[in-house]
């Protein structure tokens, strides 16, 4: 985006969780409410210092709340993915150092099983599920079984179908839409960068059955669209499976070898780009700004994203990293099991990386 670089520099790098205002669902507080000290009669600074003071005890008291011995059931991506194992180890060890009992049930993203691990978790009437989805809509009947049993779910990196979302008290996710923006931002300024005033851009997914993925293309189109001397040729589920995607670049680089070829490639996570890069490197194809070649960009950032943007093989990537996003599950749903009032939709903030800002995000991005 214009001025993005300068804006930028004037920000803080450290992840901001942003609390989106919204109707909220919660669970009945733990404490009471405090009855405000100043009367109707009094001055409004005096009422509103009373106010105030009031709020910062109660918070202040909500944080000493013991969770010990509460119960959460994680129902979430399985290990297998490199993504899903560090966010969910990440949130494993915050709530189990607050005394919060986790019991991780994980699925190779196989929405049938996720389906049976919710229906166990239901079963087993914990304070809290943790739901992160492998297929938004396939899990609405059970989530309305949750909500039906007195069950709460926050639901994590991504949001619920429409008919689900009076069954969660609160969704903790990134900001999906604005990392699909940086990486059309990277493709065309990679392009330009290379030289290329047109060219043909392909972009390779995540899983097409969330929020998560459809967000990010939707705004990467919307992005793309702004300059149509570049045009989005190929939008295809690569499940996000490192091994897919390398296998659908092969297959589109060959494609459109005869037309035109492909200038920019959106591999969906990092270590989607970088299957395209090595399938771009085994069909002889040049890769990089430096070589004129393909521009490669990704999301959630890992540290092969960061190894190949310092190699040149990669453009850009954006944040997510996922112990970053871990953390803010973390500490959202400590709020919720000390009884405190969550808001409805919690963002994390994201930023977009190039070779210009590498050095901020870098220690963030090396986690996975």
């Not at 990440?90 to 691990?117: K, W």
């Not at 043909?200 to 149509?228: C, H, M, Q, W």
């Not at 037309?259 to 399938?279: E, H, K, L, S, T």
Request: charged content about 15%; hydrophobic content about 40%; proline content about 4%.
């Amino acid at each position: 985006m214009h001025g993005f670089k300068a804006g930028l520099k004037r920000r803080s790098t450290k992840r901001v969780v942003a609390a989106i205002a919204g109707a909220t669902l919660v669970m009945t507080p733990v404490l009471a409410g405090c009855g405000s000290s100043a009367s109707s009669s009094a001055p409004a600074s005096e009422a509103a210092a009373a106010t105030a003071a009031a709020a910062t005890g109660a918070a202040s008291a909500a944080a000493t709340v013991d969770v010990t011995g509460k119960v959460v059931k994680l129902v979430s991506c399985g290990d297998v993915n490199p993504w899903c194992a560090v966010y969910n180890k990440t949130i494993i060890d915050g709530l189990t150092a607050a005394g919060v009992q986790v019991e991780y049930l994980q699925d190779p993203f196989d929405s049938a099983l996720q389906i049976q691990h919710l229906q166990s978790a239901i079963a087993a009437k914990p304070d809290l599920i943790l739901l992160e989805p492998d297929d938004d809509k396939s899990l609405v009947p059970s989530m309305q079984q949750a909500k039906a049993a007195g069950i709460p779910i926050i639901y994590n990196n991504s949001h619920p179908d429409p008919a689900a979302l009076d069954t969660v008290v609160s969704t903790v996710n990134a900001d999906q839409a604005a990392l699909g923006t940086f990486a059309a931002q990277n493709c065309v300024e990679g392009m330009k960068a290379a030289g290329a005033t047109s060219g043909n851009v392909i972009a390779l997914t995540g899983s097409d059955y969330t929020a998560t993925s459809n967000d990010r293309i939707t705004a990467f189109i919307a992005e793309l669209e702004k300059t149509p001397e570049y045009k989005l040729v190929s939008n295809q589920n690569a499940n996000w499976d490192s091994a897919l995607t390398g296998k659908l670049a092969s297959q589109l680089f060959a494609q459109y070898a005869n037309q035109g070829g492909i200038q920019c490639a959106y591999g969906m996570a990092d270590y989607q780009a970088n299957a395209i890069v090595q399938a771009a490197q085994q069909a002889g194809l040049p890769v990089g700004v430096k070589d004129k070649g393909l521009i490669v960009t990704g999301s959630n950032c890992f540290k092969v994203g960061i190894d190949n943007i310092k190699a040149g093989t990669m453009y850009g990537t954006g944040t997510q990293a996922p112990d970053t996003e871990g953390n803010a599950v973390v500490d959202w749903t400590l709020k919720f099991l000390r009884g405190e009032t969550i808001p409805a939709e919690n963002l994390t903030t994201e930023f977009r990386v190039t070779a210009d800002n590498l050095a901020d995000h870098e220690a963030e991005c090396t986690k996975a």
